[in-house]
T-cell receptor
């Protein structure tokens, strides 16, 4: 069974630019989560998508947005990049219907903003 | 809101020694708890989860964790550390409340294993 896949693995952008990160969940998983892992700040919840809808959002500005496609893959978009957006962005998927089913993570996209 | 606190941002043990990584949770309802491991330049991998079926939970790679309600703890242990255990470990708690599912992570504990 293929795991969660993310692309690209690394990305370097300039402040003010826009970036799109992509995620494909495990087959059969309809829920996709995005987390930001910045140095010294731990894992911060960004967004949760399920069945194509945004279900929950973390404490991030509106320039962080995303969407989920009919095949349950997802994109995370970040506009007007700032230096502090440099981080590892992790995508995770989950099998719905079970309260304690865990998140399964991809290997992340390392974003560097210069 | 549910939260977890990991005591000790860095733990160093000798190869073959006991590994003990501490996690305390805050939850007004019986929690769902998880331990994840992150190797360098990788995502998070699930080690184990607490399902309320048993207080002692066995996970992968020889790790286990014991849920202690009286102490609000879910510490992770391994009897004998191996060099390959060197990684960062995260404790996480699921929020309560039906279908609204979110995991909140601790700040992580970096485990170093010395030869």
């Amino acid at each position: 069974e293929a795991g969660v896949t993310q692309s690209p693995t690394h990305l370097i952008k300039t402040r003010g630019q826009q970036v799109t990160l992509r995620c494909s969940p495990i087959s059969g998983h309809t829920s996709v989560y995005w987390y930001q892992q910045a140095l010294g700040l731990g894992l911060q919840f960004l967004l949760w998508y399920d069945e194509g809808e945004e279900r929950n959002r973390g404490n991030f500005p509106p320039r962080f947005s995303g969407r989920q496609f009919p095949n349950y893959s997802s994109e995370l978009n970040v506009n007007a990049l700032e230096l502090e957006d440099s981080a590892l962005y992790l995508c995770a998927s989950r099998e719905m219907g079970f309260g304690n089913s865990p998140l399964h993570f991809g290997n992340g996209t390392r974003l560097t903003v210069t | 809101a549910q939260s977890v606190t990991q005591l000790g941002s860095h733990v160093s043990v000798s190869e073959g020694a006991l590994v003990l990584l501490r996690c305390n949770y805050s939850s007004s309802v019986p929690p769902y708890l998880f331990w994840y491991v992150q190797y360098p330049n990788q995502g998070l991998q699930l080690l184990l989860k607490y399902t309320s079926a048993a207080t002692l939970v066995k996970g992968i790679n020889g790790f286990e964790a014991e849920f202690k309600k009286s102490e609000t703890s879910f510490h992770l242990t391994k009897p004998s550390a191996h060099m390959s255990d060197a990684a960062e470990y995260f404790c996480a708690v699921r929020n309560s409340g039906g279908s609204n599912y979110k995991l909140t992570f601790g700040k992580g504990t970096l485990l170093t294993v010395n030869p």
